[in-house]
């Protein structure tokens, strides 16, 4: 009786009310919580094909996404919850492969509009489960670091999809020390342009630029590697105006949502890192 209802559930729009009903009945009997979850799944991703065949970035696919989205949390959420409720001896492998990810991660848009943030996050958040799901459960469908490499930081800067999936590389990065070590190594030119200030970026590219270094940070050794480089200073550097001390500010008239970004990751490197922190002062004190 209870996989007719989540049946009859899953063929309905994905309410708070009609998700949460579904939820609560996968977890209902742990017996079934596994063949339930895969119910879940199943729909989610047949959905996701079916929003693939609307023109991308649309608010008519956002309008679709949204509303199977409570059903993405709900899975989400009940994963989670079986990951502790199930014995490490009960392994379950998800079995979803490269190309079911792919599909969502096209689904990826960041707009500022609602309607498309609060997909984004929810869809990363899905992304990233299925490829590094808590134990019991597996994905052997998928190697995490070889997907790194090969789909997420192999995209050229042309591809639509490159911010999104650098974004998701750096929420892997926080959980892969391999994957982030493969950031630095290929992602790490495109920094020197930040900061050298020849073939200039955009404002939009310095801030997507500076966002993914502040996630890639998160890695100790990451950070120790663009600490040694001197980032912190040569961060600085870029941020100052010309000649500070005939200036009423030191920092360029720089946009306020980047500026902000690109101090987050001066504090980033510098808190706590006694030699960082001493080279910047000295830094700053020169310009007073």
């Given amino acids: 009786m209870g996989d007719w209802i989540i049946g009859r559930l899953l063929a309905k729009e994905g309410t708070p009310t009609i998700a949460s009903l579904t939820g609560k009945l996968i977890i209902s009997d742990r017996a079934m919580i596994g063949k339930r979850q895969n119910m879940l799944l199943q729909s989610i991703l047949s959905r996701v094909d079916e929003a693939n065949e609307l023109p991308r ?143 200039p970026l955009s404002n939009e590219r310095l801030m997507i630029v500076s966002r993914f270094w502040l996630h890639a940070a998160a890695d100790k050794k990451v950070c120790a590697r663009l600490q040694a480089e001197g980032l912190p200073v040569t961060l600085y550097n870029f941020m100052k105006v010309e000649d500070p001390k005939q200036q009423k500010s030191i920092l360029k008239n720089l946009d306020d949502d980047l500026l902000k970004s690109l101090i987050e990751l001066l504090l980033k490197l510098t808190a706590g890192h006694r030699e960082s922190e001493q080279l910047l002062s000295l830094a700053m004190l020169e310009d007073i």
């Fill in 57 to 199: 970035g649309s608010l008519t696919q956002a309008n679709f996404v949204a509303n199977f989205r409570q059903f993405v949390q709900i899975y989400i959420r009940t994963l989670r919850y079986a990951s502790t409720a199930l014995s490490t001896s009960e392994e379950q492998d998800l079995a979803i492969p490269a190309e079911s990810l792919l599909k969502v991660i096209n689904l990826l848009v960041n707009k500022k509009e609602d309607t498309h943030a609060k997909n984004l996050g929810i869809l990363e958040e899905f992304i990233v489960l299925l490829l590094v799901p808590p134990a019991p459960f597996k994905n052997s469908s998928v190697d995490q670091v070889d997907f790194a490499r090969s789909v997420l930081l192999a995209g050229a800067p042309s591809d639509e999809l490159a911010d999104a999936k650098q974004s998701l590389s750096c929420i892997l990065a926080c959980q892969n020390h391999t994957i982030a070590m493969k950031i630095f190594e290929t992602k790490k030119e495109e920094l020197d342009r930040l900061t050298a200030g020849t073939n």
